[in-house]
Structure formats: structure tokens, C-alpha cells
């Protein structure tokens, strides 16, 4: 069964700062890894979706990376933003149509 | 286009209750997917449908069912409601469903709060 582990739980940091979001999976026969964030009380919010085939996935201040191998991947945030605070989750598809979550890094940036 | 939307957003029912939620998903996509997220257990997968057809189904208790109608629209009911249930229902689309490359799109979701 698919576990899907995300460390740090929470992360607090002043504005401007990079950071790394972590995403780990055990079963590494994945097809794609998707990056959402949510805000509180809200839905999830389509950040990247990377391929199997694919080793990184940028949209404007973020960029993804997927080492199959390894069993993880990793959100980096340049420059961070007061607006970038919100939960980040990632998910892993399985055989059954079905995405699995990990519990997701709180962060919060700070002014 | 327009996304995912789901109605209603808030929904109070009290024990013994049951619950109809819906989802409208994004224009083409056919394949539609339930998910329960409560503080405890995180994101929990409910059932996936595609073209009316279930294709897949959560550890969920038979309380909870859904269907998928021609216009790819969902709904899951819930009966006979227990405190346990109250949590956020997110619905989300994708334009197949094949695992192995479709971005899925998730919709506000619906807050049940069961009294």
C-alpha cells in the first residue's frame, strides 16, 4: 500500500526566504506526483503535476522535482510571500483511480 | 472555464440524518472523485466515477454511495449520519481518470457538521 509522508509537518519563516517542502512515497512505481495548496477552510489548489518521465516542473516562483528512485520529491518556493501561507499536500495516484495524500506542511510566512 | 463546483457549501444535519451533496465538474472532464478530509485522518479517498460507471470505491461503510448522471454531474448521499461524518467533502475532475497522467481539479468542497 502506498504510504505518502510529508516533513515538515509545520514551518514558519520571514518573508523572502527560500524553502523546501519534502514529499516521500514508498511504492516508487508512480506515474505522476501531483503538489496542491490549501487554504484553510478551502479546496485544493492544482500547484504542479509531474510526470514519471519528468525530473522537475516550474511554475513562476515554484518548482518541483521528482526522484523516482528515491521515493521523493521536493517543493521549492523562491522568495517567499506572506500569500504563500497555506497547507502544501502532495498525492501520488494509485492503480485504483484514486489519489494519496500525504497529511500536508503547514506553512506560514511571515511579514 | 469555469472550475469544479460543489453545492452546498455548508450543510448542519443531526444524527440519524441523511445528506445529498453535489458536484458539477469541469466542462469535458468525465471522470469524478470523492474525497473525505477531516483533521484526523487527512485526505480520505471515497469512490471515483466515470461515465455513470463506478470504477473504484474507499473503505467507506455502505452509508455512503454516490452516482455519476450523463452529464457527468455527481452526487454522494449519506445516510443515516453519525458525528463522525461531519468533515469536509471535496469533489475533484479530471478529463479521463487514467491514473497515469490526468491532473485532477478539486472543487471548494461542501463543510457537514453533524449535531
Known amino acids: 500500500k502506498q504510504e505518502v509522508t510529508q516533513i515538515p509537518a509545520a514551518l514558519s519563516v520571514p518573508e523572502g526566504e527560500n524553502l523546501v517542502l519534502n514529499c516521500s512515497f514508498t511504492d516508487s512505481a508512480i506515474y505522476n506526483l501531483q503538489w496542491f495548496r490549501q487554504d484553510p477552510g478551502k479546496g485544493l489548489t492544482s500547484l504542479l503535476l509531474?510526470?514519471?518521465?519528468?525530473r522537475e516542473q516550474t511554475s513562476g516562483r515554484l518548482n518541483a522535482s521528482l526522484d523516482k528512485s528515491s521515493g521523493r520529491s521536493t517543493l521549492y518556493i523562491a522568495a517567499s510571500q506572506p500569500g504563500d501561507s497555506a497547507t502544501y499536500l502532495c498525492?501520488?495516484?494509485?492503480?485504483?483511480?484514486?489519489?494519496?495524500f500525504g497529511k500536508g506542511t503547514s506553512l506560514l510566512v511571515t511579514p | 472555464k469555469a472550475g469544479v463546483t460543489q453545492t452546498p457549501r455548508y450543510l448542519i444535519k443531526t444524527r440519524g440524518q441523511q445528506v445529498t451533496l453535489s458536484c458539477s465538474p469541469i466542462?469535458?472532464?468525465?471522470?469524478v472523485s470523492w474525497y473525505q478530509q477531516t483533521p484526523g485522518q487527512g485526505l480520505q479517498f471515497l469512490f471515483e466515477?466515470?461515465?455513470?460507471?463506478?470504477?473504484n470505491k474507499g473503505n467507506f461503510p455502505g452509508r455512503f454511495s454516490g452516482r455519476q448522471f450523463s452529464n457527468s454531474r455527481s452526487e454522494m448521499n449519506v445516510s443515516t449520519l453519525e458525528l463522525g461524518d461531519s468533515a469536509l467533502y471535496l469533489c475533484a475532475s479530471s478529463f479521463e481518470g487514467g491514473w497515469q497522467y490526468n491532473e485532477q481539479f478539486f472543487g471548494p468542497g461542501t463543510r457537514l457538521t453533524v449535531l
Open positions: 498525492a501520488v495516484p494509485n492503480s485504483g483511480y484514486a489519489l494519496n
Open positions: 466542462s469535458g472532464h468525465r471522470s
Open positions: 509531474i510526470q514519471s518521465s519528468q
Open positions: 466515477y466515470f461515465s455513470e460507471t463506478q470504477r
